[in-house]
DNA sequence: ACCCAGGGTCCTA
DNA sequence: TAGGACCATGGG
């Protein structure tokens, strides 16, 4: 597992090197990470890097695919996360046409105003905020960490957040659990993919985002290269997709999105 | 002064 | 159901 290819991958925003280790807000603790997996925690310690999967069996798989055999082979250490589902939530909530150095700085932001506190290793950390406390704050305290006309849509996660129960969607079949959540303002099929694949175990999702609709037109002839915009379009190139890569397609799309990236002249800046 | 950023929503035909 | 405008903000 290669931690710091997967922490800067498009995944996680709240993530820092310090020292030889990784540190980082997964919720109310704080994780520490190195390539054998998660080290050390301010509280309970998640499967955070899914050692669960039979990573060897879905790699065997998605080897079938040329493409997918190069950026596999280019990027054998990456891993999907399995985050706190209301971190994650609020995270690609306010990704939405935004870039991720301001994404990390919203959310750290974000954490400054509004979450707890926590130490490891002698360092003290500002933890995410439960939804009960983001969900009770003013518009104009979010709207001051810098997320513009996302702010509304924070406070109705937030606030949507305290009357549900996620691990209910996550026993849900996927099509009903992205139904779930996109009823929630602010989330569309794309974070919602976002959400189900790197904190609900939906390893079928594929958040299709302007770098994957491209990739998955060049490669694989499958849609029109442009980002889907309405339900029927967006159902139409994922069920081709998960046809052609199967059902750790979420995996598929994470290798796909690093190469894509890599190769464009605009890799993945932190 | 432009254009773009891991989009979503609302309006129109 | 498909196409367009608009949305705040910061960086190149």
Redesign the pocket.
Known sequence: MDAGLTLN???VFLWHMHGRYWYGIDGGVVLKADDTGIVGSSGHTPDFFRDADDIDAIRARLRRDTSLRDAMERYPGLRITRQDPFQCMVSFVV????????IRRNLEAICRAFGGTAALDGMKFRTFPSPERLGGAHISEV?SC?T??RSPYILAAARAVCSMDFEHIRAMPYREARRAL?AI????????DCILLFSLDFLEAI?L????VRALQDRYDIGTGQVP??D??YDSVHDEAVRRLGPHAGYA??YL?RMVRDDSG?PLKW
């Not at 303002?185 to 919602?192: F, R």
């Open positions: 991958s498009g995944q990704s939405a046409n935004s870039n991720i150095p301001r709207r810098g513009g006309y996109t303002p602010g989330i569309g099929n794309k974070v919602a958040p985002d302007r770098w994957i915009h309405t029927t379009q799309q994470q999105f605009k």
